[in-house]
């Protein structure tokens, strides 16, 4: 079983509308969690972390993190062709500092 | 600020050659993590450093892999010889303890 799973997509909303990331994990001992946007060709950008149950909100984004459930998800409102990329979703495995990233789900936003 | 610097940003190489990837972490991180990125396997960890040591190279594939950390703004992950399976984009990034990691640019390695 992978550690931490994603959907690979593709996703493909309409411009404006909303787009829901999902996001589960196995390691219950996991703190952090955090959301990485890759662009094609480019490297990963941290986009949101969060670190206790509930939802964290900035601009567009919303992440959501269920310990219990072993659950985290991105939600992007009013989704723009600018946010068509990949959206990786990662762990940290231990206490160590040490990542372990989902196989990233591939979103597209179409006009 | 700068961010973490990766050189080169291309290699092409003949099978059999040694390669050098190489690496300048954000001042003042003391963390330091190489991963490879490949369509078939994901974004995956070869090896991170701590003030410098190595504390994980459980992903490192096999011996001809090598990474050093000689200073605290400097590291090298090395292939030799290489494969033509070798061809991946690396990726150095560094980070702060519990804090995100931020990434390089990345290597795009193609071994022929």
């Known amino acids: 079983q992978k550690e931490v799973e994603q959907n690979s997509g593709p996703l493909s909303v309409p411009e404006g509308a909303i787009a829901s990331l999902n996001c589960t994990y196995s390691?219950?001992?996991?703190?952090?969690f955090f959301w990485y946007r890759q662009y094609s060709g480019k490297s990963p950008e941290l986009i949101m972390s969060i670190y206790s149950n509930g939802d964290k909100e900035d601009g567009r984004f919303t992440a959501q993190l269920n310990k219990a459930s072993q659950y985290v998800s991105l939600l992007i409102r009013d989704s723009q062709p600018s946010d068509s990329a990949t959206y990786l979703c990662?762990?940290?495995?231990?206490?160590?500092?040490?990542?372990?990233f989902g196989a990233g789900t591939r979103l597209a936003v179409h006009p | 600020d700068a961010g973490v610097i990766q050189s080169p940003r291309h290699e092409v190489t003949e099978m059999g050659q040694e390669v050098t990837l190489r690496c300048k972490p954000i001042?003042?991180?003391?963390?330091l993590f190489w991963y490879r990125q490949t369509m078939m396997r994901g974004l995956e960890l070869l090896i991170y450093?701590?003030?410098?040591?190595?504390?994980?190279d459980s992903g490192m594939p096999e011996d001809r892999f090598s990474a050093k950390m000689p200073n605290a703004s400097f590291s090298t992950l090395k292939i030799q010889p290489s494969e033509p399976r070798d061809s991946a984009v690396y990726f150095c990034?560094?980070?702060?303890?519990?804090?995100?990691?931020?990434f390089g640019d990345g290597t795009r390695l193609s071994i022929l």
């Open positions: 001042s003042g991180h003391d963390y």
């Open positions: 990662a762990i940290d495995s231990g206490g160590y500092n040490k990542l372990i």
């Open positions: 990034a560094s980070s702060i303890l519990g804090q995100p990691q931020h």
């Open positions: 390691d219950r001992g996991s703190q952090s």
């Open positions: 450093f701590n003030n410098n040591v190595p504390i994980d």
